[in-house]
């Protein structure tokens, strides 16, 4: 695999992982900037770079890891041609980001999610992407060692925001709302919660190892004239599918208004 010196606009939640991920595939030469010079202090070994054109100057792949609202105003103070570039906004398209950007500037857009944190992130690459075929195998390998990578078309990239990249957050509530029913029900709340997180872990594994469907799998907790198919019940009365499709709707359109 060629290797390309990363670069890195803003130093927040996410370039932390992605950052993760570039030193367990074993490149130590990177180069950062962040408005917060404190935030660019915490990874160790990164050359800290005066400007976002310093940062374009200095390395080969440059991560765009700044708020999409800020993205426009990053991309304008960018005079260096010809690099490669890697969003990870939320619902900035490609066609937006080639427009603020010099003209002969090469983007990839993808999604990620943070449970790249600890090496279990879901990554969406958008294709086809302008980056040469080693950019691409290099951009893979590192995400490769910090999550799954999937494919789709540039037109399914709001679709995919609103099941990984949002979806931890969705997660995190059922678990809370499972953990905090337990507890009321005379659980201590640790334990209620360790139970919780368990329960996804295993069911995630489950789903994993079997190749079982989510419904043939339901189907063998719920048995016959047992308690699950009680809850069940509850979740189907009130349409808990449903308002999953409408919190995900509301979270696909957002990502296509963020593109306007
Ligand atoms: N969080 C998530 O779950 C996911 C986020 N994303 C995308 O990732 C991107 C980053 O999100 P996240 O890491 O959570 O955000 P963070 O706020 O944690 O990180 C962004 C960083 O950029 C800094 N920054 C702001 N303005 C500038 C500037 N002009 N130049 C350089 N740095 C600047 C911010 O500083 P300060 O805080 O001082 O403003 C902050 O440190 C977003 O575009 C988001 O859509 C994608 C998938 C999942
Ligand atoms: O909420 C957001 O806008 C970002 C993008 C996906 C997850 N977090």
Excluded at 95 to 105: D, G, S, V
Excluded at 113 to 121: H, I, S
Excluded at 166 to 176: L, Q, R, T
Aim: hydrophobic letters at 45%.
């Amino acid at each position: 695999m060629k290797v390309y010196k990363p670069g890195f606009i803003g130093c927040g939640n996410m370039a932390s992982a992605i950052i993760g991920g570039i030193k367990q595939a074993g490149i130590t030469e990177l180069y950062v900037f962040d408005k917060d010079m404190e935030k660019c202090r915490a990874f160790d070994g990164a050359t800290i770079c005066k400007s976002v054109d310093d940062v374009v100057k200095s390395a080969d792949i440059i991560f765009l890891c700044v708020k999409p609202n800020i993205l426009p105003e990053v991309l304008k103070e960018i005079t260096v041609e010809g690099k490669a570039f890697v969003s990870i906004a939320a619902g900035i398209t490609v066609e937006k980001i080639r427009e603020l950007l010099r003209p002969a500037a090469r983007i990839m857009r993808i999604m990620p999610n943070t449970p790249l944190l600890v090496g279990k992130g879901a990554i969406c690459i958008q294709m086809p992407t302008d980056l040469s075929e080693g950019e691409q195998i290099f951009i893979e390998e590192i995400f490769s060692a910090i999550g799954i990578v999937e494919h789709v078309g540039g037109n399914l990239m709001d679709s995919v925001t609103g099941v990984s990249g949002s979806g931890p957050a969705y997660v995190y509530m059922f678990i809370d709302a499972l953990a905090k029913a337990g507890a009321k029900h005379g659980l201590p709340e640790d334990v209620s919660l360790r139970l919780a997180v368990q329960t996804f872990e295993g069911a995630c594994e489950m789903l994993k190892q079997t190749g079982d469907t989510p419904s043939q799998l339901i189907h063998n907790v719920c048995s016959p004239g047992g308690t699950t198919i009680e809850a069940m019940k509850i979740f189907d009365m009130n349409e808990t599918r449903g308002i999953i499709e409408w919190a995900v709707d509301a979270c696909v359109a957002k990502s296509k208004e963020l593109s306007k």
